[in-house]
């Protein structure tokens, strides 16, 4: 989760959600491996073999489905680097980089992974909707420009960490589609840049009975709202990039949807509440009915003028959540930076993670994950800074 910064920034944001050069059209289309930020990863099967490559529909009669999001954490909180004042001084860029990149060691992908996996393993969902699958890279040594020379070199591949856990359990999903999001590099006091790629990734189930699910049609984009943020380096800005992914699924030849995964901004209400309305003339503008999920870093109890879950429940989504527990508040968000914090979730900023449907949908069971003490690694890292939602529906 990249966490609200500084007061100049939010003024800044807010200039910008406000300016008339923003537009709202969404840049959507069929995922291609010559489109740079919609990119097949891992064992990803190219979009036009994805039908063939799992069982065909069926005869026999519908059954739920069962659908999971889990933000999985880029592994520190960036605020300090982007609002670095110096290269090399006091609160200097060189400094902030490599804290937050010891943060990331510290709160370890790789253990968290396996308790991931294991999340999954008893959950047990057909199709999952991952932000923040974080794609960490250094640069060669002694080259300190930033994004002028591209590091290359990886350090930390959640999306291949966690396919391999899975293996390691006997499990296989396949990528979908993946969407690379914010992608930014800067010099650190390690000698050499460092690079964090985040992404938004649609898992499906692999290995399922014959006759069960048919995948057609991915889809991934980019948000138009977005915007820049200088730093300290002459000529280099941040830009805070959000998007989406989808696909078109089709269960037992008896119902088809739209499965749509997002990642909405964190910190800005104005700009979250624009992608909203990206999200709905975009992948959501469809006849076939919609399941979405993610963060959207919205929800019930957020308050002011632009608010992006409720715009989205005003255009006909249902909160699945609130329909299987009317009661229960859901908390989601958020656990401490280092993940060690003692209780889970004692950061408290409401229920932002989201499986919401259109039109509305008999809900079986709701339930979060990744909350219970047996959840923690044997260091006692949260499996994340959020917890996940796994949702069942009926036919």
């Known amino acids: 989760m990249l966490k609200q910064f500084l007061t100049r920034t939010v003024v800044l944001c807010l200039t910008l959600a406000m300016s008339p050069a923003f537009s709202l059209a969404a840049h959507h289309r069929n995922v291609s491996p010559s489109l740079p930020n919609a990119v097949a990863i891992g064992n990803t099967t190219p979009s036009s073999t994805i039908a063939a490559a799992l069982p065909h529909p069926a005869r026999a009669a519908g059954k739920p489905i069962k659908v999971m999001t889990r933000n999985l954490y880029l592994g520190a909180d960036l605020t300090p680097v982007i609002n670095s004042t110096s290269i090399n001084g006091e609160n200097g860029l060189l400094g902030n980089a490599a804290a937050a990149f010891m ?96 992404r938004d990734v649609i898992l499906a189930k692999a290995g399922l009975p014959p006759h069960k699910l048919v995948l057609t049609n991915p889809q991934a984009a980019n948000y138009v709202t977005t915007f820049s943020l200088p730093t300290v380096v002459p000529g280099v800005n941040v830009t805070l990039t959000r998007g989406w992914v989808s696909v078109d699924v089709t269960m037992n030849n008896k119902r088809s949807f739209r499965f749509i995964n997002t990642h909405l901004e964190s910190f800005n209400a104005g700009l979250r509440f624009s992608q909203s309305f990206e999200l709905l003339s975009g992948p959501a503008n469809t006849d076939l009915p919609v399941v979405l999920v993610g963060d959207l870093n919205s929800g ?17 989504f249902v909160d699945t959540w609130a329909l299987a527990n009317p009661s229960d508040p859901g908390v989601t968000c958020c656990n401490a930076e280092n993940l060690l914090n003692p209780d889970p979730l004692s950061i408290l900023e409401g229920r932002i993670d989201h499986v919401l449907a259109r039109p509305t949908s008999r809900v079986v069971r709701a339930k979060i994950v990744g909350v219970d003490q047996a959840e923690r690694t044997p260091s006692g890292l949260w499996p994340s800074d959020h917890a996940g939602v796994v949702t069942t529906l009926a036919p």
Request: aromatic share 10%; charged share 20%.
């Open 300 to 316: 019930p109890t957020e308050t002011g003028p632009f608010l992006a879950y409720a715009n989205l429940l005003q255009n006909g």
């Open 103 to 198: 943060r990331v060691q510290a709160t370890d992908f790789p253990a968290r992974a396996r308790q991931l996996a294991r999340e999954i393993e008893d959950a047990d969902p057909e199709l999952i909707g991952l932000q923040e699958v974080a794609l960490w890279r250094r640069g060669e040594l002694g080259v300190l420009d930033g994004p002028l020379t591209p590091a290359t070199i990886p350090l930390y591949d959640f999306l291949q960490s966690l396919q391999s856990e899975l293996a390691a359990l006997g499990l296989e999903y396949s990528v979908v589609v993946a969407q690379n999001e914010f992608d930014a590099e800067v010099p650190s006091a390690f000698f050499y840049d460092l690079r964090v790629t985040l």
